[in-house]
């Protein structure tokens, strides 16, 4: 099987783990970001100029996008003018190692209608101001539109599109805003969690992205990382896979402890270092009548513990 093969059977699997996903030898960079994973995700607006190679820019290889075929860093790279999805290959020729980035060309916030929609999904209303005038906490500039046919797609190894989307009623076209850096992160902590001898087939993302409509629906604080698109509740179902989180602390219950071990777990990868500038907040919650134990992981820059 060619590189290039494997990696998109990568892309078809739905099962795929992070041992078995593997890394890039020679990591893809894509605008100054390094991303050592086969198959990855980026945002861009309409148009958007961007910059693809591998780590080592001395090594030769090919890119393929838009119907075009160039050599990296000779062939100008930027987003169709229309929203959709797109993708780049990147083919390393020293190492014969092939990265797929699926590009999503964002629609712009600027067509959200004066009620707060976007072609019929209620969007809301962003905080006018940023928080403590970050700009983390500014509004988005776009939104990666989620249609039927695009909610599978692969933003890493390990997770799609469609676990992201808000949890409000109403049909397709939905719309979500992502952090690549959450991403990154999260593959991190799972694949940690499998080489560290706690194994699990992959986390439940309990919640993704929040529009600023329905995070206030349910009473959440405007400033929420989930409206900016850089937070996610999760938690571990594999045996059973029954909606609620396994005993992972081995007590024999389900309860607010096992999210606890996992945090923990987490807090001393954030202790060694791991995660570099993707250092945010971390909360732990147990169960009610709606849901069981989860944890928040979010790439807020600055820590936080709750």
């Known amino acids: 099987m060619s590189r290039l093969a494997a990696v998109l059977a990568l892309l078809a699997t739905a099962t795929a783990s992070a041992w078995d996903a593997g ?12 991303i050592p994973y086969p198959v990855f995700a980026i945002y861009l ?22 119907g075009a075929t160039g050599k990296i860093g000779e062939m ?16 390393n020729s020293a190492s ?44 988005p500039t776009g939104f990666v539109e989620v249609t039927a046919d695009n909610a599978d797609t692969r933003l890493s190894p390990n997770f799609r599109l469609g676990q992201f989307v808000a949890k409000q009623a109403g049909g397709y076209p939905k719309y979500v805003v992502l952090r690549a850096g959450l991403l990154l992160k999260l593959e991190n902590i799972l694949a940690t969690l499998n080489e560290r001898g706690h ?30 698109g850089g937070a996610a509740d999760i938690y571990i179902d594999d045996s059973p896979r029954d909606g609620r989180m ?19 777990f987490i807090n001393e990868m954030s202790h060694e270092g791991d995660f570099g500038p993707r250092i945010g907040g971390l909360g732990v919650y147990g169960s009610n009548a709606a849901h069981g134990p989860f944890v928040h992981v979010d790439v807020r820059g600055t820590l936080a513990r709750w």
């Not at 194994?199 to 409206?227: C, E, K, L, Q, W």
């Open 23 to 34: 890394r890039l030898a020679i990591p893809v960079v894509i605008d100054e970001r390094p």
């Open 45 to 66: 607006m309409p148009g958007q100029a961007f910059d693809a190679h591998f780590i080592d820019a001395t090594r030769g290889g090919e890119i393929r996008f838009g």
């Open 76 to 91: 100008p790279l930027k987003a169709p003018d229309e929203p959709g999805l797109s993708r780049l290959e990147i083919e």
């Open 96 to 139: 014969g190692e092939v990265a797929v980035i699926n590009v999503f060309t964002m629609t712009p916030a600027s067509r959200v209608d004066t009620r707060g929609h976007l072609n019929g999904y209620r969007i809301g209303a962003y905080p006018k101001t940023p928080l403590r005038g970050l700009d983390i906490y500014l509004p």
């Open 199 to 228: 194994p699990t087939d992959g986390f439940v993302i309990m919640s993704g992205y929040r529009t600023p409509y329905y995070n206030r629906a349910i009473g959440n604080v405007p400033y929420s990382r989930h409206v900016f």
């Open 246 to 264: 396994d005993d992972i602390n081995g007590d024999g219950a389900v309860n607010r402890k096992d999210a606890r071990w996992l945090a923990n």
